[in-house]
């Protein structure tokens, strides 16, 4: 139960925000019309659009350089992993690019449990798509490292190896001191501290 003092630094927070936002608006040339807009339906968009802002800052975002003239084992074999899943082959997964493309991949962050579709619609609302097979083996060889810290999936590939239809999506993760490329099911459940590596939809 929030006590007294809990209630009062709450206030005074808010109160520290919104003299900010006032400020901030004002400089911009906006006017108090534009403050009590965030007050009605039409100010849902805009602040959405600020939740959006300040959660993205908490994003990691990475350039990595896909080329497509190389095969799904040649990405694998670049990434150096110390265990990979013998379903992680071009049978299961097939690459439809060509030549060489950037691209930017940002791994997203719920701080919760999450759902595979309930995280593609919070990545769709935000103007991103899930990430590739093969933009996750390039994160996974150009950011060693990184899945030491967290594992993180590709929900914009499915592997169909099972007889029985099961999808399952490629995974970096660090597991009996080494690093893994393997496959998880694409499931109602991902622990909170998974990211999600996704890229941002063309405009």
């Not at 005074?12 to 339906?41: C, E, F, M, Q, Y």
């Not at 449990?113 to 995280?119: K, Q, R, T, Y």
Request: proline share 3%; net charge neutral.
């Amino acid at each position: 139960m929030a006590t007294k003092s809990d209630i009062v630094s709450g206030m005074g927070l808010a109160l520290s925000i919104i003299t900010n936002l006032v400020g901030k608006v004002r400089k911009a040339g906006g006017t108090n019309k534009d403050i009590h807009r965030l007050a009605t339906p039409e100010g849902e968009t805009t602040l959405e659009k600020m939740a959006d802002i300040i959660v993205g800052a908490k994003r990691q975002t990475f350039k990595v350089l896909v080329d497509y003239t190389k095969s799904l084992e040649q990405m694998i074999k670049a990434g150096k992993y110390d265990l990979v899943n013998n379903d992680i082959t071009s049978d299961h997964f097939h690459i439809t690019g060509s030549g060489q493309k950037e691209v930017e991949i940002t791994l997203f962050h719920f701080n919760r449990g999450i759902s595979s579709d309930g995280a593609i619609a919070e990545m769709k609302k935000a103007g991103y798509r899930p990430a590739l097979v093969e933009e996750l083996l390039v994160l996974g060889a150009a950011e060693k490292e990184l899945q030491k810290q967290f594992p993180i999936v590709a929900l914009g590939s499915v592997c169909r190896s099972s007889p029985d239809g099961y999808r399952n999506m490629p995974c970096l993760s660090w597991a009996g001191g080494g690093r893994g490329l393997g496959l998880n099911l694409f499931g109602d459940g991902w622990p909170e501290d998974w990211r999600f590596s996704a890229v941002r939809n063309a405009s």
